[in-house]
T-cell receptor, first 114, second 112 residues
Framework: ETGVTQTPRHLVMGMTNKKSLKCEQH?????MYWYKQSAKKPLELMFV???????ENNSVPSRFSPECPNSSHLFLHLHTLQPEDSALYLC?????????????FGPGTRLTVL | KNQVEQSPQSLIILEGKNCTLQ??????????LRWYKQDTGRGPVSLTI?????NTKSNGRYTATLDADTKQSSLHITASQLSDSASYIC???????????FGTGTRLKVLA
């Protein structure tokens, strides 16, 4: 295990639902990340948090709303999603986002939007 | 534009055979290059990391090479095992901004 956990592992939701993805890291890292992984596409960085402060937001639609209450927890709130948002959502953490530290990934949440 | 391209897209080999995966990149400025292994239903796990001055780095049966002049890297897997079945992702990290530029991965399947 990498020390990064994600829940739920699988999620099916309708386009009008509201749900949240949770990530927790047990590594004492200061930076946390959300990535989207679609089939046959490179991982897409969505958000970066450093010490609970958002430091990067890569033109992600507002139907995705991140929250970082502390340096160990990261949430991704979902509402009014589209079928093309179906993907594997990966959370990662690293010691410091400003350095070349290894990112440790969680197992991901497989999201299906009907 | 910063890009990482991997080939082949998928590969099937018999258990015990060797294989080599390729990674070409057009990323600048370069800091280092990582190979990740991603098992089905799991997140990527780092296999190797190589800086500009390193040509070869090994991790058990995995050996990564880097040619910074031609901007190419390879991952060689020796004596493959069924557990090597996974996607292998090449990632180039930029210096200064520390952006992770991901390739699309090579899906490897090892058959008994």
């Amino acid at each position: 295990e990498t020390g990064v956990t994600q829940t739920p592992r699988h999620l099916v939701m309708g386009m009008t639902n509201k749900k949240s993805l949770k990530c927790e890291q047990h590594l004492g890292h200061n930076a946390m990340y959300w990535y989207k992984q679609s089939a046959k596409k490179p991982l897409e960085l969505m958000f970066v948090y450093s010490l609970e402060e958002r430091v990067e937001n890569n033109s992600v639609p507002s139907r995705f709303s991140p929250e970082c209450p502390n340096s160990s927890h990261l949430f991704l709130h979902l509402h009014t999603l589209q079928p093309e948002d179906s993907a594997l959502y990966l959370c990662a953490s690293s010691q410091d986002f400003r350095q070349v530290d290894e990112q440790f990934f969680g197992p991901g949440t497989r999201l299906t939007v009907l | 534009k910063n890009q990482v391209e991997q080939s082949p897209q998928s590969l099937i080999i018999l258990e015990g055979k060797n294989c080599t995966l390729q990674c070409n990149y057009t990323v600048s400025p370069f800091s280092n290059l990582r190979w990740y292994k991603q098992d089905t239903g799991r997140g990527p796990v780092s296999l190797t990391i190589m800086t500009f001055s390193e040509n070869t780095k090994s991790n058990g049966r995995y050996t990564a090479t880097l040619d910074a002049d031609t901007k190419q890297s390879s991952l060689h897997i020796t004596a493959s095992q069924l557990s090597d079945s996974a996607s292998y992702i090449c990632v180039v990290i930029t210096s200064g901004t520390y952006k992770y530029i991901f390739g699309t991965g090579t899906r490897l399947k090892v058959l008994a």
